[in-house]
């Protein structure tokens, strides 16, 4: 059971029925990204505080009913999604002279990342509607959150991955018994044989950029958020950005909640992107629309070069009267090290980006010191181990006398 | 408020106050492990099943009265441990041709290992002792863990690695910002000279052998793992063993349940090593003491020559009837991808050993096809990825041609 009405294209506006098969809007083709609409009078008589008060689901599936799912039975068989820790960052919001600094650490997921929500509804999407393999392209975390999620509920997966990928992130598929296809290539062209792949063996296609209902899932973490909130709003919420679909994920959660009267203000929210790497940043400073870009950071997971999502992601930041803001290389890794010594939180580099815009923003004097500011940690640290290094130092090496040590610990 | 009685010392039986001040049996010194007595008459009044029923603490705090711990304001604070999935495996268990198999995914905890659950707990015991460093000596995962929940508590941390810890793991502790001591040495040097350290400046020691509190901590993933399974104990429980200290944790948290009348009867405990090290299995084949043996596994995480906690290990199996086995390093590989490929779970080599035991033990006629199973994976694949690349392919490399993918994809 759910609350779907149709879609709407996010280009053209045309609306069409819950039951259209195309995944982009017919009439703009693959550009033509759909929003799922949703009948939020009949949604709000089940979906209030009281509902969430009784609801012993402690896995995103609490919120199954605000998302396109169908076949409940499912969701019992998946891998357990969400509900993932939200801290007081007392230390480092002390060091960074803020007064609530809250951190969502979605990198306790499943297969450590955000995009376990995106994939897990996917996969049950797929299996709804009886395909057999399931398929994307991914720099990373969608790719293995993908393969882990299809393993479990006993779907194939095949993944196109650019070259480039870290090892970490390779090692999970193949350990996830994935098909995986390493592209000697950019992400674009990944992309782009991946499609043509999909159409030609009739898969399954789980690219974000083009499936309507994965933004349903990456929702979720905006819905936990405030609940786990109690339902207080912050003043501001960031989020790394590359493909544009996590940023619309985090603003639809944020609109459900305001559509359905749980909350009475939207956060803004605040768009982050690597400085090598900023197609939403550009397009926004320069009022224009998004031009293809270098590929040029170290935080893999938004190296996305040609956003798949622009019209979503824009419209998150603009609807909320938010802000676009990019980061250094160097301020992501210092994030990492900052983010780990204050809180005990090991983020990816893309998954401290947000974090690291924080700064920044409070920095330019955007987020000010009395403001309530959430932050979405998107990935672990451990995904991606060469880039942790370069945040630290080395280890004190020592053999094993306390002479040495003695010399080591007192100077 | 907590319902400790006092201590009893594994090895000579003499029990001491709650108040005492050591970390061992002053009578037997360093080798005299303390284990903590609870007053089960009392602990039988608050810790019931209804209790649980309505328990909105999901993390390993719900089951804080049950531990050492005291100042209740604290755990608010820390990470948040436990809780961790347990899932059905349909697929695995089809395949091991095993009726029921559980699997408790220990690898989601704030720094991806069961450790989290002693070092939260140790972490509490310093600070609530005044204490404002913490140590320990450990092959990875003990280091991390603590290293992580120090940070997050604003307790310094030191910590002894032998340096042969892999990279990932490494990477956790400065992440976290904890003084990182790498001993060029064995796992014994190490762990002597972190005691050497202790004693001479002063701090929180957190090696588990020596530690009670720790055990208390660890036992809470058996807690977790028969709450989750609507108290239904299984048959066996399978765990991999390096120190001895899991094992015992594991135990505890059973003879908890059994004392307080939530369970009828324990699990069959299957106490797993790698070949290249299993001192237990060898103590309990020929039924000797434990001698020292060579280290020799890439299971880092199990590889202890000289285990802390030789007699919580013992009775952990011989008082549940239930077995030792060893598994080769090719199988224990071989299940990492098994694991992943049929349920969408990656866990370190020594996460997925107790696992590979199971295997061993089916294949052995030990486990019966209609015995109830349940496995706790330890710790998170992408702890070491090197491992994780062996116990895998090569992903498929191609130009971005779709020809070139389907000759492939149709071969």
Known sequence: M????????????????????????PACGPKGILDVVYDYSQMKKQITREYFRDNKNFSMWRYGPM??????????RTLRVGWTPVYLANQLGQKLNLKELYIKDDGINPTSSLKDRASVVAVVKAIENKFDTICCSST???????????????????????DRAPAGKLTQLLIYGAKVISVAGSYQQTFELSAEAISRWGWY?????????????????????IEQLNWEVPDW??????DGCTIGGVYKGFYDLLMLGLIDRMPKI????????????TAHRENKPLVPTEENTLADSIAVGVPRNPVK????????????????????????????????IFGEPAGVAGLAGVV??????????????????TGNGLKDINNGLKAVGEPLRVEPEISQLEQILTN
């Open 67 to 76: 998302t396109t799912v169908v076949q409940n039975s499912l969701l019992e």
């Open 313 to 344: 992601a824009l419209e998150a930041v603009k609807n909320t009267q938010g802000e676009w803001i990019t980061v250094s290389d160097d301020k992501i890794l210092e994030t990492m090290k900052l983010l780990g010594t204050t809180e005990g």
């Open 237 to 242: 919420v960031a989020v790394s950005v590359g």
């Open 140 to 162: 990373g975390n969608a790719a293995s959150s993908l393969a882990g999620n299809a393993a479990r509920m006993g779907l194939k997966a095949v993944i196109f991955v650019p």
């Open 270 to 281: 605040l768009g982050v992107q690597a400085e090598g790497c900023c197609p939403f940043v």
């Open 205 to 225: 296609n789980r690219n974000a950029g083009i499936n309507a209902h994965l933004v349903e899932g990456k929702k979720t973490v905006s819905l936990e958020f």
């Open 360 to 377: 920044e923003a409070i920095n330019k004097g955007l987020i000010k010191a009395h403001e309530r500011v959430g932050v979405i940690i």
């Open 2 to 25: 759910n609350y779907v009405m149709g879609y709407r294209c996010t280009l053209c506006g045309k609306e069409y029925e819950a039951n259209l098969m195309d995944y982009t809007c």
